[in-house]
């Protein structure tokens, strides 16, 4: 799935519409410190009330948000061995094609057990399953109406998956109007903290209009912080790599074959031309697939681009095979680069931080003045400090 794919349904999230439809809900209820399912529930989801389908339909929007290999990670399953009717990928599609119900809650039920017998929760905690439907509408042509486009769609089943922890409510003092008194608020049903979900899952993924049963969305809790163990052994997932993962890899990688120390304009260089790989990407159209990797061989173009000496096919092999010890190894340009129009780089001193963008970073240098190791960095208009504006004092030699 790409970002543009996951908006789209994230957006069909709410009450108005006619392009998701929600039939079946399915609510575990587990206690912490427990390896079994304290209570279930299931209902359509047209039959809950209003207030209950508002709550529950922020919460599935909350768990597809979050950018891509950092919150939301697209898992491939791992093979199904022979007669292993427990496997995620089988109990989500049976999931999906079941017509009955009670095989639909014995389907998640199964899923539900595998996460409360590989892992006992300190919170207790209730875990959500939907099945519905998304329709995504065809292209709008030049001249075509709402209602035109709305002839055509595409039709998609999903199951949705939210985890979520609880807690009590604190006391309080409340005043009753009726007894015209001061009491205390003591309520002990624990509330369900739907609006921070600890996690989640999407199955099938999908790409423009092709379901892929061989894959699924997971959600995170934090960001660049997945449950590795949770994918592996309760979703049956492959390994996956976060970007903070793929950027340390490459710095390693760099560091290898330039060393610990660097210039600004080499710097600048590196992410002008990776940012170049996604420029050009933007500029495909929809239907190309594809997204822009950097391996051995881009690795090497990247640094020779950027003015570094020296650089050879076998030292950067030699470099991947030291880091990841895969020369095959690809990391995503997105993942390198920090964002570029905005200040997401850091330069820290003993003196002060200063946050600068990528495509600025040529502007800043070491130099030395006066025997002193400075940070100079060129300025096309005034530089105002509280207020004021700063004056030149010196011209450096």
């Given at each position: ?53 508002e709550l529950f339909l922020a919460n ?55 996460m409360v017998q590989e892992k006992q ?277």
């Open positions: 799935m790409n970002k543009k794919d996951i908006a789209e349904i994230r957006k069909q999230f709410k009450m108005e519409t006619d392009l998701l439809k929600i039939a079946d809900i399915y609510n575990v209820y587990i206690q912490k410190e427990s390896s079994e399912i304290f209570h279930e529930e299931s209902r359509a989801f047209s039959l809950l009330d209003r207030e209950q389908q599935f929007k909350k768990v597809l948000g979050g950018k891509l290999d950092q919150k939301l990670f697209e898992v491939k399953f791992q093979p199904q061995e022979e007669g292993q009717a427990d496997h995620t990928q089988h109990l989500l599609y049976e999931g999906l094609q079941t017509e009955d119900k009670a095989e639909w809650n014995e389907h998640m039920q199964g899923i539900a057990l595998k929760y300190e919170k207790d905690m209730v875990v959500t399953f939907i099945r519905g439907t998304y329709f995504k509408t065809t292209k709008r042509e030049p001249g075509e109406t709402e209602i035109d486009m709305r002839d055509e769609v595409y039709t998609t089943p999903f199951i949705l998956c939210s985890m979520n922890t609880t807690e009590l409510p604190k006391s309080s003092l409340v005043f009753d109007f009726v007894e015209k008194e001061y009491k205390s608020n003591l309520v002990t049903d624990p509330v369900i903290k739907l609006t921070s979900p600890i996690g989640g899952f999407l199955f099938p993924s999908f790409t423009d209009n092709a379901a892929d049963i061989h894959h699924l969305l997971y959600s995170a809790s934090k960001a660049n912080k997945p449950d590795f163990q949770f994918i592996e052994n309760v979703l049956n997932g492959d390994e996956i790599v976060t970007a903070e993962e793929d950027k340390a890899v490459f710095e390693e990688i760099v560091k290898v074959l330039i060393g610990e120390e660097v210039n600004s304009k080499t710097l600048a260089g590196m992410y002008d031309e990776i940012n170049s790989m996604l420029v050009v990407d933007e500029e495909y159209d929809e239907e190309e697939e594809g997204t822009p990797v950097l391996d051995k061989k881009e690795v090497e173009r990247v640094l020779k681009a950027s003015g570094v000496k020296d650089v050879t096919a076998d030292k950067v092999e030699r470099a991947f095979q030291q880091v990841v010890e895969d020369t095959n190894y690809e990391m995503k340009a997105s993942h390198i680069i920090p964002s570029y129009a905005s200040k997401s780089i850091k330069i820290s001193t003993k003196v002060a931080d200063i946050k600068i963008s990528p495509q600025d970073l040529r502007y800043v240098k070491e130099v030395n003045y006066n025997g002193k190791r400075c940070l100079l960095i060129e300025v096309e208009e005034d530089t105002m400090i509280e207020g004021f504006k700063l004056i030149a004092e010196e011209e450096l030699e």
